[in-house]
């Protein structure tokens, strides 16, 4: 069993966990992982570290049926394993969250391994998102939906305008969440959307979401609004670019 916070932090692990991921003892898991998703492999059908998502918010919150992962042992076996997330509701506040995550890896088996390379995690590009906001332009990859999703250019608009039509209200939920200080409920939206912008490849909605989330977390919360603006006009940028 892992233990992590509301937030995506890692809290701490048992002995056979420690195992699992190649550990020793605990001061070498402490040493080594600061994520467990780190060792996961990235191979289709299996959760792995996402660019724009957290992997715990994916298997909570994905309508995707994935809930298994390839984990790459320091013996470079790979082991393959269910996933079981269960929260609970702390009596005491810990890292000042009010749940845990309680991650179990069940029906396990070693598999040889493949040399496939661990996705790498790319940070914001930030001023791409700005230049994007200023150029009232967004980046939309139709080939890449076609060939994902076997849907045609037109099917698409239609998923983007009622994208559109619930952004509004999405957005103003964000606001009254933040003037109520309802941060976790924020979060819990913030997740909820980043999942429909990465099925819809929106990768601009998705940086200025991940702006927002690291926000709450790191408590900047007098700097939010600025990103809800940005969301807005980002909005406003996809109408003018589907017309």
Not at 6 to 16: K, R, T, V
Not at 31 to 58: A, C, L, P, Q
Not at 133 to 162: A, M, T
């Amino acid at each position: 069993m892992i233990l992590y916070d509301e937030f995506g932090q890692l809290l701490g692990a048992d002995a056979n966990s420690i195992k699992l991921f190649g550990c020793n003892d605990i001061n070498e898991f402490k040493e080594k992982v600061r994520d467990i998703s780190d060792f996961f492999v990235n191979k289709d059908g299996y959760i792995h570290k996402f660019d724009h998502y957290n992997w715990i918010d994916f298997l909570n919150y994905s309508e995707e049926n994935i809930d298994k992962v390839l984990i790459k042992q320091k013996e470079n076996n790979v082991v393959e394993a269910q996933v079981i997330i269960k929260e609970i509701y702390n009596l005491i506040k810990i890292n000042n969250s009010k749940t845990t995550y309680m991650v179990d890896f069940i029906e396990q088996t070693i598999l040889p391994f493949e040399n496939e390379p661990l996705i790498e995690v790319r940070e914001n590009d930030k001023e791409d998102k700005e230049n994007n906001i200023l150029n009232n332009k967004i980046e939309l990859n139709y080939d890449k939906i076609k060939n994902e999703y076997d849907i045609d250019k037109e099917f698409y608009h239609e998923l983007l305008n009622d994208f559109i039509s619930e952004s509004r209200s999405d957005l103003n939920l964000m606001s009254t969440y933040t003037k109520n200080n309802d941060y976790k409920a924020l979060l819990k939206m913030i997740y909820r959307l980043k999942s429909i912008c990465t099925n819809l490849h929106l990768s601009d909605f998705l940086s200025i979401l991940d702006n927002i989330e690291k926000k709450v977390i790191n408590k900047n919360y007098d700097n939010i609004k600025h990103s809800f603006d940005d969301y807005e006009k980002m909005i406003n940028i996809l109408i003018e670019n589907i017309r």
